[in-house]
């Protein structure tokens, strides 16, 4: 049975060289491997460990400075113990896992690679998301009729697309909104399509015309939620992803509530028993504000989530990494 213990230091600093001469002194008492990890060489071992160091880890066990040679000896002596009750409790098994540690495979390769590049590919996936919303109406100006219709068929498990609540390309204006909204200056929706506001179906299923121009896959709200996620991804990116968490009732406060009220204000006064206030449309300028306001809460409060369960897992796998000499040759790192 081999010890395995991994020391995380600093070059040239002299903590660091003199935890190392005390391991190497616990040798013949404790026989271990020994791997020295210098913090410097990866960002993310350098955050978790670069203003503690020396730490050293063995297994579960893990000592970070300051500490004294007696108890590096514990520290030794409890992993040698835990590990000596593990291989006689679980036999061949342990064996296998000891060996699965010597190793680097393929799955943690792919999972190291998504926990560096994750980041870029939530924002391409946004950007595509947002984007064919807005080849659609593209496609369709051009004739390519049944690519545009398959991608308004496939948002329309995400979106309601009622075409009075969303944006137009290439027509006479970028809106049609219901008379309801009152806004000044725009042909209403039923005014140029002939169709009543109520008959949702219709209004789902109107694409446009070479008249009114062609409707973009997403509604206003929809469209301003994404959006204002995918900004705050590449703002996050461009920050070096330092921004900080904001606690979810912030996200709560500040971005559903608000969205709640506008969104839900328009369904109450349309039913026929409710009679608190009278029928109510929002505006495009209401939709796309509140929209925006909780794309950026949920980005501000999920982004820096998944940045720190990313660097965790970038962290445990570099640290193996750096424990398997043959696989920082072959350049897997």
Same mark, same amino acid.
């Given at each position: 049975?081999?010890?395995?213990?991994?020391?995380?230091?600093?070059? &040239?600093?002299?903590?660091?060289?003199?935890?190392?001469?005390?391991?190497?002194?616990?040798?013949?008492?404790?026989?271990?491997?020994?791997?020295?990890?210098?913090?410097?060489?990866?960002?993310?071992?350098?955050?978790?460990?670069?203003?503690?160091?020396?730490?050293?880890?063995?297994?579960?066990?893990?000592?970070?400075?300051?500490?004294?040679?007696?108890?590096?000896?514990?520290?030794?002596?409890?992993?040698?113990?835990?590990?000596?009750?593990?291989? =006689?409790?679980?036999?061949?098994?342990?064996?296998?896992?000891?060996?699965?540690?010597?190793?680097?495979?393929?799955?943690?390769?792919?999972?190291?690679?998504?926990?560096?590049?994750?980041?870029?590919?939530?924002?391409?996936?946004?950007?595509?998301?947002?984007?064919?919303?807005?080849?659609?109406?593209?496609?369709?100006?051009?004739?390519?009729?049944?690519?545009?219709?398959?991608?308004?068929?496939?948002?329309?498990?995400?979106?309601?697309?009622?075409?009075?609540?969303?944006?137009?390309?290439?027509?006479?204006?970028?809106?049609?909104?219901?008379? =309801?909204?009152?806004? =000044?200056?725009?042909?209403?929706?039923?005014?140029?399509?002939?169709?009543?506001?109520?008959?949702?179906?219709?209004?789902?299923?109107?694409?446009?015309?070479?008249?009114?121009?062609?409707?973009?896959?997403?509604?206003?709200?929809?469209?301003?939620?994404?959006?204002?996620?995918?900004?705050?991804?590449?703002?996050?990116?461009?920050?070096?992803?330092?921004?900080?968490?904001?606690?979810?009732?912030?996200?709560?406060?500040?971005?559903?509530?608000?969205?709640?009220?506008?969104?839900?204000?328009?369904?109450?006064?349309?039913?026929?028993?409710?009679?608190?206030?009278?029928?109510?449309?929002?505006?495009?300028?209401?939709?796309?504000?509140?929209?925006?306001?909780?794309?950026?809460?949920?980005?501000?409060?999920?982004?820096?989530?998944?940045?720190?369960?990313?660097?965790?897992?970038?962290?445990?796998?570099?640290?193996?990494?750096?424990?398997?000499?043959?696989?920082?040759?072959? &350049?897997?790192?």
């Amino acid at each position: 049975m081999t010890l395995h213990v991994r020391v995380f230091i600093r070059k &040239g600093d002299g903590r660091s060289e003199q935890v190392l001469k005390s391991l190497d002194a616990l040798q013949e008492e404790i026989p271990h491997k020994l791997t020295e990890i210098d913090v410097d060489l990866d960002p993310d071992i350098k955050k978790e460990y670069g203003y503690k160091v020396p730490v050293i880890r063995t297994g579960p066990y893990k000592l970070e400075y300051p500490f004294e040679d007696i108890e590096i000896r514990l520290h030794l002596l409890s992993a040698r113990e835990s590990q000596q009750n593990k291989e =006689e409790d679980l036999g061949e098994v342990f064996e296998k896992k000891q060996a699965r540690k010597k190793t680097f495979s393929k799955g943690e390769k792919a999972t190291y690679w998504y926990a560096k590049h994750y980041l870029l590919i939530v924002n391409l996936f946004l950007a595509f998301y947002v984007g064919l919303a807005f080849l659609a109406p593209i496609l369709e100006k051009g004739g390519y009729t049944d690519a545009s219709n398959l991608i308004y068929r496939v948002y329309r498990f995400s979106c309601h697309q009622l075409a009075y609540r969303s944006f137009f390309l290439f027509g006479d204006q970028p809106i049609y909104p219901s008379e =309801e909204a009152g806004l =000044e200056g725009y042909e209403t929706f039923r005014d140029v399509t002939g169709i009543n506001e109520t008959d949702l179906r219709a209004s789902q299923d109107f694409v446009g015309n070479e008249h009114t121009g062609y409707k973009v896959a997403l509604c206003e709200r929809d469209l301003a939620i994404f959006g204002a996620m995918l900004l705050f991804g590449i703002m996050f990116g461009l920050t070096g992803r330092k921004v900080k968490q904001i606690p979810f009732i912030w996200v709560i406060i500040i971005g559903f509530i608000p969205l709640g009220l506008d969104g839900v204000s328009q369904v109450l006064g349309r039913i026929p028993e409710f009679t608190l206030w009278d029928v109510r449309e929002s505006t495009p300028f209401l939709r796309v504000l509140t929209g925006s306001i909780l794309g950026i809460m949920l980005g501000w409060y999920g982004y820096p989530l998944f940045e720190d369960t990313m660097r965790q897992t970038r962290t445990a796998l570099a640290a193996k990494l750096y424990s398997i000499p043959d696989e920082i040759d072959q &350049g897997n790192k």
